[in-house]
């Protein structure tokens, strides 16, 4: 298998870290591989909100606890049960307590965002991989989007809106690969 195949099926995501600072350079190269990635009309809507500092991360990830497990009360299928139990659990932070989150934002007039942005974000969780670098997509900072208080943290520039946020750091895991389901795939010739 070539490397970058390699790159995208040895990629996992990481839940535990080492509390090693990612240097400031090595940070930069990982944004810069996703502003590497396709876009709409060649727009790169994307822009990038680097956070290190650990306090604020914990502050977003209390709000956002309650939060989703008042969500997931009635989703008992797949890890749902055991993600509540982490939730509810003393000292879990939804960040992993990651040395690094970046939340990905993109301009709020660009109607594929969402889609241009999630494939900035892809690239840089496997050019973190190339690099030594764990990373997790942390969807549970959505449920922040709607706090006006919480937000100004994130210090959003005007004309953008959040994506999603990733968080990056040293593993200190290894994790096997989940099962892959089949792709259901529909051949038109």
Known sequence: MGEPLDLIMT????RKFKSDKIPDEVIT???KAGTYAPSAL????WAFIVIQNMDFMQKVSDYCK???ISLM???HDGMSDEFRELLSSEGYSIY???????????KSSSRFREI?????????MLAAHALGIGSCWIGSTEVAYDNPEIMAGFRIPEGYSPVGTIVFGYPDEKPD???KKPALITWIK
């Open 66 to 68: 309650p939060i989703m």
């Open 29 to 31: 190269q990982i944004i």
């Open 116 to 124: 241009d942005c999630s494939l900035c974000a892809e690239n840089m």
């Open 11 to 14: 990629r996992r995501s990481i």
């Open 177 to 179: 690969a989940h099962d």
């Open 73 to 75: 009360k009635d989703a």
């Open 96 to 106: 992993y307590h990651a040395p690094l989150m970046v939340m990905v934002i993109g």
């Open 42 to 45: 060649a727009l790169q809507p």
